[in-house]
């Protein structure tokens, strides 16, 4: 049942005014007003094209957008896309709603999965207001899996320059492969499609106010999905383009990863401990595309900031790490800019015992996220200069070989877990 006092009563009003929908595309936004336009125009056009004859609505959750952004999502007319030989049979309807003063991307979700609740669709998808690249047919890539052929979970995959997205193919994605037996490129993304079904069991879990406070909502996600034997596949989109507002901060972006994949292993626990190897998701078009133009990256930098941190946090170091692994780090530390590596294995060791260390919240579990920057900057650097010159094919190799010592080491995870409770 949807928590409608978590809903305005003006929103539940503009719900009641749209009724039951085949669609429901969920637009979170904030302060977006640079790209949000053309991001509705596109999905309208998306849903004129593939979905003409379905009953379709875009809900937009706002988070205190000062810019106008969410009267210019119900402002956006369709009447543009009929100009364009475009016709649809039906109405798609715009409504937006305010759920909070600030942003938060759990609060964001947990409204359209409300709305969604409510007005059972067969079909959602969610959409980024910052997708610069998207193009209409990803809207059927999302939604057709789920609308046709029952899917409850369709990930996207795209296409990545070697460097971009480091965090997810040095961590996310082979832990995540590793331990849930699911090969998922992109667990974590703005963009997926998913069921009514799945939409309301995450709805139910009441996990919207955690101690990591909604932070990865999306993977979260993703994880119930497999947790919950639903039934995931994956949909090539193309091109993996966001507008620049800012460089990427590090800790957000681990906590957002990180820390939400390590707070789900103590609930999933009975899901994950059993699994062992991994197998493909079904996958309709590409698994991954390898750019491989000039992309200037600092790694003297990297490894400057890995040494510092290395030197700082030794104290914390010791609480989370075992001393063979703490020593092991300190020495490759002492080694010169063309000697330095950060070997797979090590690097594996390392986050299977920052996840044991997590679970044991052996210090504050923010704090052990944090320790977590520096180390990934030194395996950073290690990743920047094995694939410096390496083809598409040797960067895919290289992450695989990465993916199977994950899967290799599972048991190193398993027997620090045992031995903390």
Same mark, same amino acid.
């Given at each position: 049942?949807?928590?409608?006092?978590?809903?305005?009563?003006?929103? #539940?009003?503009?719900?009641?005014?749209?009724? *039951?929908?085949? &669609?429901?595309?969920?637009? $979170?936004?904030?302060?977006?007003?640079?790209?949000?336009?053309?991001?509705?125009?596109?999905?309208?056009?998306?849903?004129?094209?593939?979905? @003409?004859?379905?009953?379709?609505?875009?809900?937009?959750?706002?988070?205190?957008?000062?810019?106008?952004? @969410?009267? #210019?999502?119900?402002?956006?007319?369709?009447?543009?896309?009929?100009?364009?030989?475009?016709?649809?049979?039906?109405?798609?309807?715009?409504?937006?709603?305010?759920?909070?003063?600030? @942003?938060?991307?759990?609060?964001?979700?947990? =409204?359209?999965?409300?709305?969604?609740?409510?007005?059972?669709?067969?079909?959602?998808? %969610?959409?980024?207001?910052?997708?610069?690249? &998207?193009? $209409?047919?990803?809207?059927?890539?999302? #939604?057709?899996?789920?609308?046709?052929?029952?899917?409850?979970? %369709?990930? @996207?995959?795209?296409?990545r320059h070697k460097f971009e997205g480091l965090l997810i193919t040095n961590l996310l994605y082979p832990m995540t492969r590793a331990l849930y037996g699911l090969r998922i490129r992109e667990a974590y993304?703005? +963009?997926?499609?998913?069921?009514?079904?799945?939409?309301?069991?995450?709805?139910?879990?009441?996990?919207?106010?955690?101690? =990591?406070?909604?932070?990865?909502? *999306?993977?979260?996600?993703? #994880?119930?999905?497999?947790?919950?034997?639903?039934?995931?596949?994956?949909?090539?989109?193309?091109?993996?383009?966001?507008?620049? !507002?800012?460089?990427?901060?590090?800790?957000?972006?681990?906590?957002? =990863?990180?820390?939400?994949?390590?707070?789900?292993?103590?609930?999933?626990?009975? %899901?994950?401990?059993?699994?062992?190897?991994?197998? $493909?998701?079904? =996958?309709?078009?590409?698994?991954?595309? %390898?750019?491989?133009?000039?992309?200037?990256?600092? !790694?003297?930098?990297?490894?400057?900031?890995?040494?510092?941190?290395?030197?700082?946090?030794?104290?914390?170091?010791?609480?989370?790490?075992?001393?063979?692994?703490?020593?092991?780090?300190?020495?490759?530390?002492?080694?010169?800019? *063309?000697?330095?590596?950060?070997?797979?294995?090590?690097?594996?060791?390392? &986050?299977y015992e920052f996840a044991a260390s997590y679970q044991k919240s052996v210090i504050s579990r923010d704090h052990i996220v944090q320790a977590l920057a520096p180390l990934f900057r030194g395996r950073m650097?290690?990743?920047?200069?094995?694939?410096?010159?390496?083809?598409?094919?040797?960067? +895919?190799?290289? &992450?695989?070989?990465?993916?199977? +010592?994950?899967?290799?080491?599972? $048991?190193?995870?398993?027997?620090?877990?045992?031995?903390? *409770?």
């Open positions: 049942m949807a928590e409608e006092s978590y809903l305005t009563d003006d929103f #539940l009003r503009q719900l009641m005014n749209v009724g *039951e929908v085949d &669609i429901l595309i969920g637009l $979170p936004t904030h302060n977006n007003v640079k790209t949000v336009g053309s991001v509705v125009h596109t999905i309208q056009s998306g849903i004129l094209r593939g979905f @003409p004859r379905e009953r379709a609505v875009i809900i937009n959750a706002d988070g205190g957008s000062r810019d106008g952004t @969410p009267e #210019l999502v119900t402002g956006v007319s369709i009447d543009d896309m009929r100009a364009s030989n475009l016709h649809a049979l039906r109405t798609l309807h715009s409504i937006s709603t305010k759920y909070a003063s600030s @942003p938060r991307p759990a609060d964001a979700f947990r =409204t359209i999965l409300a709305a969604a609740e409510l007005l059972r669709p067969k079909a959602c998808v %969610v959409m980024s207001p910052e997708s610069a690249n &998207i193009e $209409p047919e990803w809207l059927s890539k999302l #939604l057709r899996p789920i609308f046709d052929d029952g899917f409850d979970l %369709v990930t @996207p995959t795209y296409r993304s703005p +963009e997926f499609g998913f069921s009514g079904r799945l939409g309301s069991q995450f709805l139910g879990q009441n996990a919207w106010n955690d101690e =990591t406070e909604g932070a990865g909502v *999306e993977l979260r996600f993703t #994880l119930a999905a497999i947790a919950g034997k639903y039934r995931i596949c994956q949909s090539f989109l193309g091109d993996k383009d966001r507008v620049e !507002r800012h460089a990427v901060d590090l800790v957000p972006a681990l906590r957002q =990863t990180a820390g939400a994949l390590f707070s789900a292993l103590e609930p999933d626990f009975p %899901v994950w401990s059993v699994v062992t190897g991994s197998q $493909p998701a079904p =996958t309709t078009g590409s698994d991954q595309e %390898v750019l491989l133009e000039t992309l200037r990256v600092n !790694r003297k930098r990297l490894r400057e900031m890995f040494l510092a941190g290395i030197a700082e946090l030794e104290s914390v170091f010791q609480s989370i790490l075992s001393p063979s692994t703490l020593a092991e780090l300190q020495r490759i530390a002492h080694l010169g800019e *063309e000697e330095f590596r950060y070997p797979a294995e090590l690097w594996v060791r390392t &986050i650097f290690t990743f920047l200069t094995e694939n410096r010159n390496a083809s598409a094919v040797g960067v +895919e190799k290289n &992450i695989e070989d990465l993916c199977l +010592e994950f899967e290799r080491l599972k $048991p190193h995870l398993l027997e620090l877990w045992k031995s903390r *409770e």
